[in-house]
């Protein structure tokens, strides 16, 4: 329904901007990025998703589509609600979380308020399927079929993160290069995105 809002913002506090966008102002509860990059007084964009409750709505904000992608995998995770997924991107940013999940690093996800070890054991199990069911992987066999067919479902699961085509490929090229063509699929998604972390 909505993909940004782009306003000046009017407010800016720890977890909420308001937007004026052509006389609306809107109330977005944002992600930790969002709040630390936006000047009050100044245009900002803001990607957002919409979420209905029975008291309501809410509107979440996020720097950009691969941010507001985490939140709506971690919505869908039961006993994951809204407000703790953006407690998550508020407490870490988008590399950490990811490689928590791709590496089933629980304690990471499980030191953010209002997630216990189960919650986040089932946050790792679930993302980390939906991630590697990603177009092009073979879920059953679990490894790589060939060097080439494994990149390609790599670049392909990052790219649906929101990393670029340029980005993903670049950084399966240079980890197949330095730890070369054996890896499997997970493996090599898992390097590839500590790649990228260290990019940027």
Do not use: W
Not at 63 to 70: G, Q
Not at 78 to 93: F, H, P, S
Not at 103 to 116: F, K, R, T, Y
Not at 154 to 163: H, I, N, P, R
């Amino acid at each position: 329904m909505l993909e940004f809002l782009t306003g000046t913002a009017v407010t800016v506090s720890s977890d909420m901007v308001v937007l004026d966008v052509n006389g609306l102002g809107f109330r977005i509860t944002s992600s930790q990025q969002v709040t630390a990059t936006v000047r009050q007084g100044e245009s900002a964009t803001v990607y957002v998703s919409l979420q209905l409750y029975d008291g309501g709505a809410m509107l979440y904000g996020f720097a950009d589509s691969r941010e507001r992608l985490l939140f709506e995998h971690f919505i869908m995770v039961k006993g994951v609600g809204g407000k703790v997924a953006m407690a998550m991107l508020r407490m870490y940013d988008f590399h950490t979380l990811v490689n928590a999940i791709v590496e089933q690093d629980v304690a990471v996800l499980s030191s953010v308020p209002g997630i216990g070890k189960r919650t986040a054991e089932r946050i790792c199990f679930e993302l980390k399927e939906r991630i590697l069911k990603l177009p092009g992987h073979n879920q059953e066999r679990g490894t790589a079929t060939a060097p080439g067919s494994s990149a390609h479902s790599v670049v392909e699961a990052l790219q649906t993160l929101g990393f670029s085509a340029q980005e993903a490929s670049l950084a399966t090229h240079q980890v197949k290069e330095e730890q070369g063509d054996d890896l499997s699929e997970e493996a090599l998604l898992q390097a590839s995105l500590r790649s990228l972390q260290k990019m940027r």
